[in-house]
């Protein structure tokens, strides 16, 4: 296969990168080992960052931030819900840190307002009444599958090409110049070669892995964080500590659940990261801080991602003092490999932006004067899309007098709907049925619409014959490293009752 | 209001509890908070499944496997009893099945394999006589047919994961796969309750037999999902079997069961019979204790609240899905009399890293420690209250995912828990 620009990795850079070099009429293919969203993209807060974070530290963070957050919020409005963020200190927070926190807003352009705190409180009664002081900024939540769909979807209307379940290999140079790669196809192990004169190394926490097989170099320090989804979305707003950041102080309402985050640890586990017993318990330490029910609110899952940070001989420590700032590194300049250029690091807030960058570059190295047209060009979006609002879903179900269709009770989720999804995807599993339709995102986290989906690829000859119980198991092992950190209470109840019918009933834990 | 014997919990522990002591001539109360666990099992008595429970290979008779079972599980609720006590409640159970006609099958003595919804098996060794003719060391041809918008039973699922085991070598009956179109009932959901329901009218099953007889090929056994009728399932399944010249089976599917519904109904209705009074629907129980005694409960929350008293308590309020026990995030206890429950402390060794593990889950076997007349104990062993015995899932010790034995535990420590308490009662 021949092509321009091979871009690895199917998170947000690189699906950002991806739209904007078809949008420039270049040719490109895109390549990611798993599922599209898989890596850290799929594994955040799902926070539209107003910059409010990293003022104070990391003025150049912020102020990428706040222009990103509006540029977004207009090209990528069906995917974001325009909550606001508030900036909240607590009595044990450092109380010089709020007009510290104004000032930096102010010089790099964040609108930030203080706001009186009994004026919250009526309208968030969720949280601490201990709260001192409370700022109000443009936060907002997002949703990455979404918006990373979105920009995949317009590059491949556009002509350009996407390999998912296709894992780099190899890469070629001939003296010097990049001529091409091998990919293997992760499911049947086929090899894929492409010939291209570019590549885009948008591999993330994998991002050092692909410039070696160049012969590159490009140091990334891995820092998990972890993550707890409640089962109530007890506050309308994006809430923050009014601090320097650190564990729990981060709270994004989702839909009808809020997640709480994050922690910040250094790993070398990047392939499967997973939350322990032990942030889940900091977490939610931390959080009753803000949102004193927080701790005795139905946890329903906790998960992690592993950011990929750069900068690493300047840290020492903390992970949170490394920039947050994204590096592009263009090889030809550096060590001397033409054509191959890394980015890393950033936020899912500057994806668009880091792409632009690297497609500036790119064009620049081609010798081609194309703009940029994703700042103004919104995403496109079905048109019925809005963020997951189980009212009007169960106005549309009952309307239609349809209950018998509902395939996850949790998230109202038909069957039509899975089956419309199922359109696109030639070889699906079942995570990514749920991540396109909410399907099992709920409080029994697919405990009982998994068999059901499971029935359905089943029945569209999706999956081949007699593996359905491996995909299902596949799925319920992954789902359990989710709940097990976060098991008591009601959610443990929940799991007994999972494993009544899987262990007890199905016998799977035998077969 | 003075009783006898109150029993706490409606599952089938506590309603077998009832039973035996309204045997012995008891007057018997049953408190429960809602309707039990029941409508959570699939209707079938699981003795003993696997033993060890990490062996691949299920127990081919529970009865002998109890044997040797004592030496490796001395703490189980099982080897508490002993085998003669076993026998005898599953053989009251059994009788009153029976006689409320849900007749069931088998013996303790040998276990049988029957299909699941998903297409795997399940050992067990107590079936409804509606579930008997798919078992699967039966050779045969059989039609699995699906009702269209039945989420939880697909025919196409259960056909290709069955004839998989089949190919194996695992099972001896091969699967072909059919569904029937919707009922066409509007805004009702095709659920199992409302299909069990319409199961019940001779005028649906009538519909049905002529909607099936196309279908079924010479010599095919007929596989359904389990929704054939809710009080008259016996009748319909022997009425179907009639009409359509073929032996057919149910296939037990996730909750709610209506197997388990049925049984429900059946024994609430017997007891209803013999003069046990049942409160179902509480949130609020307190108990109220004096020297080493229940005194009684305290049901609401007002003080005008009534006061239950009664000689001997039964507790059956089941594992953490029945309410019997809960857990906060380093904590496990007892919900009502905050019994000793013992449980590592660190949360991490609640569970094992894998969830499908024949091993199980640690959390499955926790529960309130009991001596051999199934009173609490505290850690030194010591009886915690001279009038109160526990039975069913409450129980430590028996990881009844794991070993498959739910139904089995639940009917021999109710019924011998009942009789205790009982006897203690007439002291």
């Known amino acids: 296969m021949k092509t321009e620009v091979a871009v690895i990795g199917g998170g947000a850079t690189g699906a950002g990168i991806f739209r904007d070099l078809a949008l420039r009429g270049i040719d490109a293919i895109l390549l990611e080992k798993k599922e599209f969203t898989s890596g850290t993209s799929g594994r955040n807060h799902g926070l539209l960052h107003s910059g409010g974070r990293y003022a104070v530290k990391d003025p150049d963070s912020g102020r990428e931030c706040i222009r990103e957050n509006s540029i977004l919020k207009r090209i990528a409005a069906p995917c ?36 009186s705190v009994p004026d919250v409180l009526q309208k968030e009664p969720a949280l601490s009444p201990q709260i001192v002081r409370a700022i109000r900024v443009p936060d907002g939540a997002i949703d990455p599958f979404r918006l990373i769909r979105a920009n995949v979807e317009e590059a491949l209307r556009l002509g350009a090409r996407a390999f998912p379940y296709r894992e780099v ?23 894929l070669r492409v010939e291209c004169r570019f590549i885009v190394n948008a591999a993330g926490v994998w991002a050092g892995k692909i410039a070696r097989m160049a012969g590159a170099r490009l140091e990334v320090v891995f820092s998990k964080g972890s993550l707890i989804v409640l089962n109530q979305r ?21 839909g009808p659940a809020l997640i709480l985050g994050t922690t910040s640890l250094a790993t070398e586990e990047i392939e499967d990261p997973s939350a322990s ?28 991602g592993v950011r990929p940070l750069i900068g690493a001989r300047e840290a020492e420590g903390d992970a949170r003092t490394i920039s947050r700032d994204f590096l592009l590194l263009n090889h030809g300049d550096a060590v001397g490999i033409k054509g191959l250029f890394s980015i890393v690091g950033g936020k899912l807030t500057t994806y668009r932006l880091m792409a632009e960058r690297t497609v500036d570059t790119i064009c620049k190295e081609m010798g081609k004067i194309v703009p940029c047209a994703t700042a103004e060009k919104s995403l496109p979006f079905p048109r019925e899309y809005s963020f997951h609002d189980l009212g009007s879903r169960l106005d549309r179900i009952s309307g239609a007098g349809s209950y018998s269709e509902i395939l996850c009770e949790c998230e109202l989720v038909t069957r039509g709907e899975v089956l419309e999804e199922l359109k696109n995807l030639p070889f699906p599993t079942l995570k990514e049925v749920q991540e396109r339709t909410r399907a099992g995102m709920g409080p029994c986290q697919g405990g009982f619409c998994s068999p059901r989906l499971t029935a359905l690829l089943a029945e569209t000859g999706k999956i081949p014959p007699g593996t359905s119980l491996a995909v299902l198991r596949k799925f319920l092992e992954e789902r359990w490293k989710g709940t097990r950190p976060i098991l008591w209470g009601p959610q443990l109840k929940e799991e007994q009752l999972i494993q009544a019918l899987y262990s007890e009933l199905f016998n799977l834990d035998h077969l | 209001m003075f009783y006898d014997v109150i029993v706490i919990g409606a599952g ?42 990490s062996s691949p290979v299920p127990v081919s008779s529970p009865l002998t496997a109890l044997g040797r079972f004592r030496d490796f599980h001395p703490q189980h609720p099982y080897s508490k009893l002993g085998q003669a006590r076993i026998l005898s409640a599953l053989n009251r159970f059994r009788d009153l099945a029976r006689s409320g006609e849900i007749p069931y099958a088998g013996e303790f003595d040998s276990n049988f394999l029957i299909p699941t919804a998903l297409g795997t098996f399940h050992p067990t060794c107590l079936v409804p006589e509606t579930m008997k003719n798919g078992l699967l060391s039966l050779p045969g041809r059989v039609l699995l047919l699906g009702f269209e918008g039945l ?12 004839n998989l085991l089949q190919a194996q070598g695992r099972i001896a009956p091969s699967f072909r796969a059919e569904n029937l179109a919707s009922p066409g009932w509007g805004e009702k959901p095709v659920n199992g309750l409302n299909l069990a329901r319409a199961f019940d009218e ?25 929704v054939l009728g809710l009080r008259l399932s016996y009748q319909a399944w022997t009425d179907l079997q009639k009409k359509l010249g073929t032996e057919i089976f149910e296939i037990p599917l996730p909750p709610p069961s209506i197997p388990g519904l049925r049984l429900y109904t059946l024994l609430r209705s017997h007891l209803q019979g013999k003069g046990v009074r049942t409160i179902i629907g509480l949130s609020v129980l307190k108990p109220v204790t004096e020297a080493g005694g229940i005194k009684g409960l305290i049901l609401g929350e007002s003080r005008k609240s009534p006061l239950y008293r009664a000689s001997a308590y039964v507790l059956a309020t089941g594992k953490f899905v029945g309410g019997g026990l809960d857990a906060q995030p380093n904590r496990v206890f007892e919900t009502l009399f905050d019994l000793p429950v013992q449980y590592p402390r660190n949360r991490k060794a609640w569970f094992n890293t894998q969830l499908l593990t024949p091993a199980g889950q640690p959390f499955n076997s926790f529960g309130v420690e009991v001596d051999e007349a199934l009173q609490p104990v505290d850690p030194a062993g010591k009886v915690v209250y001279r009038n109160l015995f526990a039975a069913g899932g409450i129980l430590a010790h028996a990881d009844s995912m794991a070993e498959k034995s739910g139904g089995g535990v639940a009917v021999a420590t109710g019924y011998a828990a009942g009789e205790l308490a009982a006897a203690c009662a007439e002291k």
């Open chain 1, 277 to 304: 017993e032990e942030e889940v318990d900091l977490l939610l330490s931390e959080g009753e801080r803000l949102i004193p029910v927080a701790g005795v609110t139905r946890a329903i899952r906790a998960y992690a």
């Open chain 2, 12 to 53: 089938l522990a506590g309603l077998m509890a009832a039973e035996a002591a309204q045997e012995k001539g008891a007057r018997v109360l049953i408190l429960a908070r809602g309707m039990g666990s029941l409508p959570l099992t699939t209707g079938c008595i699981d003795g003993l499944g696997y033993f060890p429970s």
């Open chain 2, 151 to 162: 989420k939880d039973f697909s025919s196409c699922l259960a056909e290709q994961n069955l």
């Open chain 1, 169 to 191: 290999i190899a890469i070629q140079t001939e003296g010097g110049v990049i001529r091409g790669l091998t990919a293997k196809d992760t499911r049947t192990g086929e090899e």
């Open chain 1, 80 to 115: 974001i819900e325009d909550t606001g963020g508030l900036f909240l200190s607590t009595p044990q927070d450092p109380p010089e840190y709020p007009d510290l926190f104004l000032k930096a807003c102010e010089k790099i352009g964040i609108p930030a307002e203080e706001v």
């Open chain 2, 202 to 226: 001779q005028e649906f099953r009538d519909r049905f037999v002529r909607q099936v007889q196309p279908l079924l090929k010479g010599g095919e056994k007929l596989g359904l999902p389990a």
């Open chain 1, 234 to 254: 007890l506050v309308n707003t994006v809430i923050n500590r009014c601090r320097p950041p650190s564990n729990g102080d981060i709270f994004v309402p989702h």
